[in-house]
């Protein structure tokens, strides 16, 4: 991975995809400088992430190319999530502040229409991070990558 200089999981999900180890989940689309992935530890179908495949920390940190490309990516994505999983909207989030994801990632989220109130918003960040137990499961995220990557090459 080119740019890697500090201890991030991000950087190595992305060394992963980079040897050709990663599952369909962890690999939906990838361009120049973006990898289009579904979070892994999350209670919300079609929650995406696109992260810079290098490792930068800052979006003001963003090369020309890497940003020019982002914005029509979250369009694509988005349109894409509505056919896949009949969402009514995405919600588009970026901080890049975990101690083991300090690295640009992009959250494309699938709002779904019947969204729990208390999930809504900024409160979607309560289904990230939940036990195993109530996860997507892997056989699940990888049937809405194949998916999407036939829905994202109507959209690109």
Known sequence: MIGRMTECRTCELTERRD??????????????????????????????VLVARRHVTAVADLTADEALELGPMIRWVSLALAEVTGCEKTYVV??????????????????????????????IFGALGVPEAERVSEERMDEIARAMRVAVATHR
């Open 94 to 123: 970026q901080f890049a502040e975990h101690p083991e994801h300090p690295h640009v990632h992009v959250h494309v989220i699938a709002r779904p229409p019947d969204l729990a109130p208390e999930l809504q918003g900024p409160g």
């Open 19 to 48: 040897r050709g180890e990663a599952p369909d989940w962890d690999l939906i689309v990838r361009t120049a400088d973006w990898d289009l992935v579904h979070a892994y530890d999350t209670s919300i179908e079609g929650w995406l």
